[in-house]
């Protein structure tokens, strides 16, 4: 049995992009990103229903068992005060930003079947729920992008154009213990099994 090193489980080789329409994945192939909003994204799980489709919470900063207090900014008075099971908190700002979201290949989803010298064959592993995850959510074609030529050409574009964005692995959270890490940037303590990459606009720089 082969194994691949630990330090290099984590490093991405590609991006998939999944589509029904073939036409959007040629589109991209050619060098043009299409992205939408978080907004979208959160209502797009409200209108199919469907987990997976999109995500209510995206960028959102949720917070559970709270003991709140609101003062007054111009008197500094206490105005409001109790406790609240929940809270979702929202900016228009992080609303209205553009993200990209892909699933991602690194090497800890490659069970390697054969090395050489200078080579190695791998088959790429994905369990039944990913699987099914990806045919009934995302689509019946993909696209395999070559990750770190995307991030080339993306980081090269953006600063030509003055765009600033970022990019990396969807951390997914349980939003029942108040995590630390998810108060900045709103994402926290988390595991990376769900294989989703995203590219997120923040601003034009000028």
Known sequence: MYEIAPQL??????????????????????????LNT?????????????RGMGDDNEGRLILTDLNMKVYD???????????????????QEDSEKHV?????????????????????????FYTEEQKTEFKKH??????????????????DSFKAQG????????????????????LDPFIGNTSDNGKIYTLRINRSIG
């Open 9 to 34: 489980k984590d490093r991405k080789i590609s991006l998939v992009k999944f589509s029904d329409e073939k036409w959007t994945l040629e589109s991209l192939q050619k060098g043009t990103l299409y």
């Open 38 to 50: 978080l907004e979208y994204f959160r209502k797009l799980e409200k209108e199919t229903n469907e």
């Open 73 to 91: 900014n111009k008197t500094g008075n206490l105005i409001l005060s109790g406790k609240a099971k929940s809270s979702a908190i929202t900016t």
């Open 100 to 124: 990209l979201c892909t699933s991602y290949i690194d090497f800890r989803s490659l069970e390697i079947i054969e090395q050489g010298k200078d080579y190695f064959k791998a088959n790429i």
């Open 138 to 155: 995302f689509g019946k074609y993909a696209l395999i992008i070559s990750f770190t030529e995307f991030v080339n050409n993306i980081n």
């Open 163 to 182: 765009i600033d964005g970022t990019g990396g692995k969807v951390k997914y959270s349980n939003f029942s213990i108040n995590y630390k890490k998810r």
